[in-house]
């Protein structure tokens, strides 16, 4: 069966899908100590498909003392239960708390796997969650056919706010942005100075933009999370780091986007040829880069056409 066959099927069959045991997760999750009592799972540098079975993104966890602490759960339930058992792997500590960094699909997917933990995020991501998840869920049965057997919407039931919360007595400060998806939480350990960006920060893998209220915005969040004290930077995708380099990085990234996306509207160049001309060797090396540029460009263009060319005012370059 190809993959349309297979998409198509899983798209057709998706409710029962829905409530059904997931399949085992072929790909092994293996934490990685990065400060004390702090692991990250690393996911891959590309796309959802059925080949990686969603292992595309960050998740991380902190074993708390008073329980553990679980930062984003993957793409599927099935995802989610092997993300549970790597815990397992490392303490016999409950998880007891689940935050979800933002609204998109590789980071929520995997909160049915933890039905006994509290759920949360920000008030932005819950509502985020609430206009875009049942697409998100039938994209998903889409792109990853059986690997998403089982994955059901399971939304955060508790808000987040920006400031110190205490997990069973453990504080963690809590940031409150918005340039990657509209609703983003950053999470600072002032104990281990781990920071937790959410997809605020790639590294060493394309930014992905099409939630983005805007580069601007999401530059502004980039220059907040640079001036925190940390030691430790943990990415929504690709490796650890122990210095800011994933930060300037991805600004770097978004700065060439702008400057790309500006340049191509001032001389009137059709959204097909900004995405087709050459890449600089430096943008080149990012995996996913001509696909993410593809997309920044089919949703950033028009409002740059409508500044750069016409303009006229527009509601996210700023
Ligand atoms: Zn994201």
Redesign the pocket.
Known sequence: MGFRDTALLAALLWPLGAGAAPPPFEHRLTPQPVAERTWMVEGRPEELSEDNGGDIANSAFIVTGHGVLVIDTGSTLAYGHALRAAIAGVTDQPVRWVLNT?H?P??VFGNGAFPEAEIAALPGTRAAFRRHGEVFRDTLYQRLGDAARGTGLVPASVDLAAGERRFGGYPLRLLALRG??GSDLAVLDPATGVLFTG?LVFHHRAP?TPHSPGIAVWREDLATLAALDFKVLVP?HGPVARDPGPIAATDAWLAWLHRRLRAGAERGATANQVIDAPLPEAIAAWPLARYELTRSVSHFYADYERRYLWGEPAATTK
Do not use: K, V
């Open positions: 933002h998109h590789d980071h990657h998806s997809d992905t929504g």
